[in-house]
């Protein structure tokens, strides 16, 4: 049985992180229907992620954003936060957020990097959350993060 996936980017993001997202879900297994949605920012993918769960049948979705570095963008992506916590609860459906903000990467390059790589790590966790939420249930307290280093347990 096929599973759909909903895939919720924005055109202000400076890197395609969807791409990167369904390229690793595709990887990972053949039992999955991708639903792409684009919207211009982050604060239109609430709606976007609840349309993807409600009218497309989503099980799970992915938010893909990227905040930019001014404090109006930061002011923004709280707000969006937000949405889409309202959108799991009004759902019960997962929708994992995955935001890169501009200002975490020194330049374009790690930038770039960044996003791709948390794009790709969270689309390995929205796997396990839909095939094998025991590979979670093992790392839990393991310190794992998603584009940068894990930062690993305080104590081994
Ligand atoms: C200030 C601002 N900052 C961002 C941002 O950092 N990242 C982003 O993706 N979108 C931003 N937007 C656009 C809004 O999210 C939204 O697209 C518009 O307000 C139209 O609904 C706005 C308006």
């Known amino acids: 049985?096929?599973?759909r996936v909903g895939i919720a980017?924005?055109?202000?993001?400076?890197?395609?992180?969807a791409s990167?997202?369904?390229?690793?879900?595709?990887?990972?297994?053949?039992?999955?229907?991708?639903?792409?949605?684009?919207v211009p920012g982050i604060k239109d993918l609430p709606v976007a992620c609840k349309k993807l769960i409600e009218e497309e049948k989503c099980e799970i979705v992915m938010a893909l954003g990227m905040p930019g570095k001014e404090k109006k963008d930061k002011i923004c992506a709280h707000e969006a936060s937000q949405g889409i916590m309202m959108a799991q609860l009004m759902t019960n459906k997962h929708i994992i957020e995955v935001f890169v903000h501009e200002d975490e990467a020194k330049d374009e390059r790690e930038l770039e990097w960044l996003a791709k790589?948390?794009?790709?790590?969270?689309?390995?966790n929205?796997?396990?959350?839909?095939?094998?939420?025991?590979?979670?249930?093992?790392?839990?307290?393991?310190?794992?993060?998603?584009?940068f280093e894990d930062v690993g347990p305080v104590r081994e």
Do not use: C, S
Not at 126 to 147: C, D, H, I, T
């Open 1 to 3: 049985m096929t599973v």
């Open 9 to 17: 980017d924005t055109t202000f993001a400076r890197v395609d992180m």
């Open 20 to 38: 990167a997202a369904i390229k690793k879900l595709k990887e990972l297994t053949p039992k999955i229907k991708i639903v792409r949605y684009t």
């Open 117 to 124: 790589r948390r794009a790709e790590e969270h689309a390995e």
């Open 126 to 147: 929205v796997y396990y959350l839909l095939f094998n939420r025991k590979f979670l249930e093992k790392n839990a307290g393991k310190g794992l993060r998603q584009g």
